[in-house]
């Protein structure tokens, strides 16, 4: 019983989409051997000689690269910092940002990927369907394009979905599929010698998706039906004949130097053994050349009359190579989404572009056009870890409504991270920006918590800034405790303090409520 067969009989005998048919060629680039490329024949007049094609590793490279440009260490979601405590140890105990990092690699590099999340250690009776919650926790995988069978498509978007996982004496296939109250039921199915071991299901009594489709924003012109555009194209898969004229022009370097090498063709006469008589008259016989030392070459005899010894130096082709990979590699740059010079060969090594882009660059746009897609992902992994959490384990998390759920990327490529920090300081002593903004950018804090350290840290500059509009009667007392205590449990005695002080002097004494009031109680 094969993998495709268990799920259309899951499904009901619903015909699956197909699967794209590049993506074994897209694999074989990303593996930098494809075959009849980089395994090939030549003929030498003689014989059929096979030979072996060297390869820079670009599919592989530009993938890796789109991934560090998107998810790498200074992603952060944001969301309240309660909930965010409880929710990154699942993110920690799942090891998600280097599974996410090498997750949304594979990707890029075969059109397709899914985060998805299950449960595991739940036990439910088969008669009460009582949960046992005790030692269940939330389990966050990756598959690639590989591993993911597409069941139904909906608007441009995969609503239903299997995992398949090859194990080492077995097959693990996890199916989310909708019933008919609109709600994700997870399938687990278990093959062994072709043959279905154990079968489970679990309702996650929610519409709410446990699966997440990571591929690049970018349209499928590949496409042979009507689903191939939703499974995705390979970043570089409009760049093969240029991967190839990449791979050609490296190996030809490599083989410059080889071919280009320092040779000395010796006569058989220079190059046989000759007597040497020590001191005490013994005769050895003694080479004149090592013949470990690929410098010479021994030539078979001739009476010619040529010299013993010839010099045979190449003269390298060096800079012409340079500036052919190089400028395969603009032309990969640019047609990857990278810009027009991302990648560069200096002879040595290859480099990547290290200047600050502007945000009018061709990088730019395309960085944040995959972000769309990768934030929705991000959003919907929160909102459903958070719910399979609290619904089927004892760890709860605080609800999260989707307006605090912030997603930040990393845009230093676009400015450098001090230079920007320090111009939004200077923002926020010219009052441009406001401290909890500051803080809500540079330390990952949700607005109510960036709020409560300001009230902490910065009380007395928050009061000075805003002492003056009360005085004046520009602020009610209300607005100004709810801007300079937004959390005060004594609000209405703060307020009366403030009036009544008010009434009594337009000058107010700030110093009772900076260093009594507010600390007893708050």
Known sequence: MDVRTVIAGLTGGKVLPKKSMYTDIWLSWYRGDVLGFHN????????????????????????ETWSNLLFNEKCNIVIPEKSKILFDDILYKNNFWAKANEGIEYSFALGLGAIYVNVKNLFI?????????????????????????PITVENKTITECAFVSENTDSTSIVVHLKNEAGNYVIHNVLLKEDKIFDESEFDTKSDLAWFYIIRPNIANNLKTNLTDNELGISIFANSIDTLKAIDTKYDGFDLEYT??????????EAWNFKSVTDSDGNVTKVRVFDPYDQLFYHLPD??????LVTDKSGVLRHESYVAGLNSELGLLSMKCG?????YKFNGVALATATQVMS????LFRNIKKHEILLEQVLRGIVKTVIYASNTFTKNLIPEVANKDIKIQFDDSIIEDTETEMARDRLDVTAGIMDKHEYRMKWYGEDDKTAKQNISTYFLYDVLAKYSPALQQGLMTPEQFVDVCYPEAKNRDELIAYIAEYLEKSPELDMSPIYDGIESDEN
């Open 40 to 63: 090939y024949r030549i003929y030498n007049g003689d014989s059929h000689l096979e030979l072996r094609r060297k390869t820079l590793q670009m599919a592989k490279q530009v993938s």
């Open 125 to 149: 009776g088969d008669k009460s369907q009582i949960m046992k919650t005790d030692k269940a926790y939330v389990s966050i995988d990756f598959a690639d394009a590989i591993k993911i069978v």
């Open 259 to 268: 071919l280009g090498r320092k040779r000395l063709f010796l006569s058989s």
């Open 302 to 307: 001739n009476a010619d009359g040529k010299p």
């Open 338 to 342: 990278l810009g027009e010079s991302f």
């Open 359 to 362: 945000e009018n660059s061709s």
